[in-house]
């Protein structure tokens, strides 16, 4: 029994170190494309998420390193033209460079509000643990689902009507 119980935990801590290793590139954060010129991406912690109360919110924390995160991101602009102000999505660039995730979002066609989280302080207050992460937030303000994994058209408009309409 505590040798299946180590191994669980040792299981978890290794999780956590190549979470933390994938997250960590030391160019992951840099403000500056390959030609030196600034990308611009406002940087958004809790005050800012705090400021859209009144409209159900759909914060998806993004980075174009994350191959799931990239096959995602149509799916959500689909299901962002469906609710149109209805619901208001917001696509937080985690850890990522600037430049590359603006690159990502002009290529997926993304229309809705985007976000930067360059030491992952707002990815952590919301203690998600796998990329993609994305977080429902009613209209009052409140967490009311968060979600690790690859979302589909489907299941996002699902869990939209479920818990935020």
């Known amino acids: ?4 119980k180590s191994m669980k935990i040792m299981s978890l801590v290794f999780a956590a170190a190549l979470l933390a290793a994938a997250c960590g590139s030391d160019n992951a954060t840099s403000a500056a494309d390959a030609s030196g010129a600034a990308a611009e991406i406002p940087v958004i ?20 390193w994350c191959p799931s995160c990239v096959s995602e991101l149509p799916d959500f602009e ?17 850890r990522d460079r600037p430049s590359d995730a603006l690159s990502l979002i002009e290529r997926t066609g993304v229309t809705y509000e985007i976000g930067n989280d360059p030491d ?10 796998a990329m993609p992460t994305t977080v429902f937030v009613s ?10 994994g690859v979302l589909t058209t489907e299941s996002l408009t699902s869990i939209i009507n479920e ?3």
């Open 120 to 129: 992952g302080e707002l990815f952590q207050d919301y203690n998600a643990l």
């Open 45 to 64: 912690d809790a005050a800012n998420i705090s400021e859209r109360a009144g409209t159900p919110l759909v914060i998806n924390f993004f980075a174009s």
């Open 139 to 148: 209209a009052d303000g409140e967490v009311v689902k968060t979600f690790s």
């Open 78 to 94: 689909e299901v962002h033209q469906n609710f149109g102000e209805d619901v208001t999505f917001l696509g937080i660039a985690q």
């Open 163 to 165: 818990e935020l309409l």
């Open 1 to 4: 029994m505590k040798i299946v």
